[in-house]
């Protein structure tokens, strides 16, 4: 049987730069949710979905701070 995880992600960019990090960790979480939710939507079982959040710790791409993208 086939797992699929649906992990979100944020960004330095997404909160101000002194938001804590339960907060970014739930909008990593929120994000997830809703991939997740989209995909039940389209048929895909939810017993086969784990939703993670990974917040700032699993960066996709890093940004250096004072960059501007």
Request: glycine letters at 6%; hydrophobic letters at 35%; zero cysteines.
């Amino acid at each position: 049987r086939n797992v699929f995880v649906v992990k979100g992600h944020t960004s330095l960019d997404d909160l101000s730069e002194d938001a804590p990090p339960d907060e970014r960790m739930a909008l990593s979480l929120r994000r997830a949710q809703i991939v997740a939710s989209y995909l039940q939507e389209r048929g895909v079982s939810p017993d086969t979905l784990r939703v993670q959040g990974a917040s700032t710790f699993e960066p996709v791409v890093q940004r250096v701070r004072g960059d501007s993208m």
